[in-house]
């Protein structure tokens, strides 16, 4: 029971930095109706802005811990919502009107863009960095002295998360933005008759789901501790399943989604086998979508002539 | 008239210039936002795990002036060119000539391919290179059959290629069948898988689809890594028997080939001997392709390339159409991956990652989706290109993904040739507005 609520615990941790991955698919597919395939490539780039950025505040000499990750978290946010921008920029909008398998082949470059990029500018090493929030809680001391744990870098993951998703439901149920991208979602032409910049909205989609994958970049960096130029590819493909599985174009599914990969990832660690972790996650890719296309909580989409 | 045109062309032009100059200063701007903490900054892990940083400010401001001078040029050549895009470029009698170039393009390739080993009998480097080629062009032409001419995206294509290879290490170092049985094997286990595959996901549109080849790819990859019983996991099969000529062993015993017809053994008999074999593969999996257009199974491929809704009112069966080309390109797929296995004597998974799965799909891409000389000309430069860059190892993949977006932006039908379908009509046919008005077309 011990071991169950520890491991549940791990999942829901992981299930979150997947799910604010899978946010930037959701949004993307819902508004342009594309998968960004050089997502997770942007999360492995917030990863790294969020490591430099690190250790040069590190450097200057700060060394109050919540002052630092906090500036930590706005550069990174910042910067990578600015690769998010350039991808759309320099890759998608010209193809907006192409046929229909183009912006996925150019996603897919950029993605190799991205990765090799980083690989370049950063070498191939995986990059380490050291505890930096410690500490934590003993839940429950079990028999066998096995302890359930909740350490503080597992608040700190769901908190952020949490906080996260509550300014972004705010973003868009409240905001002029939002009501932009729930129109562009629904119909881009008329939205653009009613003098929604369309453009613009699109782009603002990229610049917030790229901040958002770079916050779970920088959750990820601290709560394994190291990065590397190839964590972007794998990640992707798991943010892409929850967001399938929660129901692509749907926000709390895709949040919903992530717990649940998360969740099945670990429970799958745990009790059947470390090795065959991916082919759970991506066999659940495939099952849902044959039994299940429209996920959790999507709707049926509706093809027109 | 003319001259007030060309004068007020002349104005917008010079008007431009500051225009031009705002937009690269924005552009370097945001690349220096960019490339600031990735270039600017090198991190690197030290010997006791420590992380130790040191800045590379010469490389940023080399290139945020790179993106300032680029963009000026980009600008540039998009007024002069106008938006017009490519196509006025060629005027007409080139385009004319360029075609009937084409026409003899292909035969004239074909009888140079014909005769590779024996101009180049001497140069094992070139063979070997010519037979990687060859390989390549194979699965160019496979992965053809599904993305150029059905139109699916199919990601995971190299996990067939993987069925393939493996099914033929595994048979032969296990049971001893010997290369000719084992090959159509390999194909129909490949091809069996892929109906395996296609026949619960062909329902999905067309980015769903990609996606679960995708995962599927990496499912087969990941399976073959762990499965160590079977695969050897990491470390692979090795010891593969070498292909023989229909049962005749292409060594230097006294049944060889070469002692049978009774001339001296020389080791680069095998290499034009699988030169040979991969070519009579790849020109089998283009005779079959050009044929199977012609039939009714093909026309319907092409039909659903172009419109699936339409397919469908049409009354072809769009799950079949699509199973049989999704196992014809895996059957091909599983003929090349036997090749593979033959060829290199050893296999293991590091040879069928995402990466080999893109670069076919990027071949075919640029090859002109359908267009085979198209495709056997972009796997020649694709792999020549990155034989000559071979120092380059990281900065290959990372021109290959730019090249890869360009060429969408560019010509996203394809730089070198592009296939438009067999049969289309030559006439487009107006109709009336009166005829399709609600509730009367």
Not at chain 1, 15 to 30: E, F, P
Not at chain 2, 302 to 308: G, I, K, P, S, V
Request: charged share 10%.
């Amino acid at each position: 029971m011990d071991y169950f609520a520890q491991q549940l615990i791990n999942g829901l941790v992981l299930g979150s930095i997947y799910g604010l991955i899978a946010i930037g698919y959701t949004m993307v597919y819902g508004i342009v109706g594309m998968i960004n395939f050089a997502h997770g490539d942007i999360f492995m780039i917030g990863g790294f802005i969020a490591l430099i950025s690190f250790l040069l505040l590190v450097s200057l000499g700060l060394t109050a811990i919540p002052l630092i990750l906090l500036l930590v978290l706005l550069v990174a946010m910042a910067v990578t919502a600015l690769y998010g921008w350039t991808v759309e920029r320099i890759a998608y909008r010209p193809l907006r009107h192409s046929f229909r398998l183009a912006p996925m082949l150019s996603a897919i470059g950029m993605s190799f863009v991205l990765t090799n990029y980083s690989q370049v500018a950063q070498g191939a090493r995986v990059k380490p960095v050291p505890p930096i929030i410690t500490g934590g809680y003993t839940l429950h001391e079990g028999a066998e002295g096995f302890a359930v744990r909740l350490s503080n870098m597992q608040i700190m993951v769901v908190s952020v998360t949490i906080v996260l998703l509550a300014m972004f439901t705010w973003l868009v149920s409240r905001t002029r933005l939002g009501r932009d991208m729930r129109a562009c979602e629904q119909d881009q032409t008329m939205a653009a008759l009613l003098g929604v910049d369309v453009d613009r909205t699109i782009s603002m989609t990229f610049v917030i789901g790229a901040a958002l994958a770079s916050v779970a970049g920088m959750m990820y960096l601290l709560y394994y501790g190291q990065v590397d130029f190839f964590m972007g590819f794998v990640a992707g493909i798991k943010a892409f399943t929850a967001a399938v599985l929660g129901g692509i174009g749907s926000l709390p599914g895709a949040v919903l989604g992530g717990l649940a990969i998360g969740l099945i990832e670990t429970f799958w660690s745990a009790y059947f086998s470390v090795e065959y972790k991916d082919v759970a996650a991506f066999s659940i890719l495939i099952i849902v979508l044959i039994f299940m296309p429209t996920g959790l909580l999507g709707r049926p989409e509706v093809e027109k002539v | 008239m003319t001259a007030l045109s060309t004068e007020t062309t002349q104005a917008s032009r010079t008007a431009a210039i500051p225009f031009i100059l705002k937009k690269a200063f924005l552009s370097a701007c945001v690349a220096l936002v960019l490339f600031s903490l990735m270039i600017g900054i090198r991190t690197e892990a030290g010997p006791d795990g420590q992380l130790t940083w040191w800045t590379r400010l010469g490389d940023l401001a080399s290139i945020v002036g790179l993106v300032f001078g680029g963009s000026i040029v980009v600008e540039l050549l998009r007024q002069w060119i106008g938006p017009t895009g490519a196509e006025k470029l060629v005027p007409a009698p080139v385009q004319r000539s360029l075609s009937l170039a084409g026409r003899f393009l292909g035969p004239a390739l074909l009888v140079f391919t014909l005769l590779v080993p024996v101009i180049f009998y001497n140069q094992r480097y070139i063979l070997d290179l010519a037979i990687l080629v060859l390989t390549y062009v194979m699965l160019g032409w496979g992965l053809n059959v599904v993305v150029g001419l059905a139109g699916l995206l199919d990601l995971g294509y190299v996990a067939f290629y993987a069925v393939g290879a493996y099914s033929y290490a595994l048979l032969a170092t296990n049971f001893g069948w010997s290369f000719w049985v084992c090959l159509p094997l390999a194909g129909m286990l490949a091809a069996i898988w892929g109906a395996m595959l296609g026949f619960p996901v062909l329902r999905l549109r067309g980015d769903y689809l990609a996606i679960v080849t995708l995962a599927f790819g990496e499912i087969i990859r990941l399976v073959i890594l762990n499965w160590q019983d079977l695969t050897g996991g990491p470390n692979g099969v090795s010891g593969i028997p070498r292909p023989s000529f229909f049962g005749i062993p292409l060594d230097n015993s006294d049944d060889g080939l070469a002692a049978k017809l009774g001339i001296e053994y020389s080791p680069t008999h095998r290499i034009v001997f699988l030169f040979y074999l991969i070519l009579a593969l790849a020109l089998l999996t283009n005779w079959v392709t050009i044929r199977l257009r012609r039939l009714p199974i093909g026309r319907a491929w092409e039909a659903l390339r172009e419109d699936e809704v339409a397919c469908r009112a049409l009354g072809i069966n769009t799950t079949t159409t699509k199973l049989t080309a999704f196992a014809t390109g895996a059957m091909f797929g599983g003929f090349a991956g036997a090749f593979f296995a033959t060829r290199q004597g050893f296999i293991s998974p590091e040879s069928f990652t995402f990466q080999e799965s893109a670069l076919v799909l990027a071949i075919v891409v640029l090859g002109g989706m359908g267009s085979q000389l198209g495709v056997a000309l972009a796997a020649l430069t694709m792999i020549g290109g990155f034989e000559l860059f071979r120092g380059l190892e990281t900065y290959r993949m990372l021109v290959f993904g730019m090249a890869m977006v360009l060429i969408m932006i560019w010509r996203p039908r394809g730089i070198i040739g592009h296939r438009a379908p067999t049969v289309y009509l030559t006439k487009a046919q107006a109709i009336s507005s009166d005829l399709v008005k609600e509730g009367h077309g």
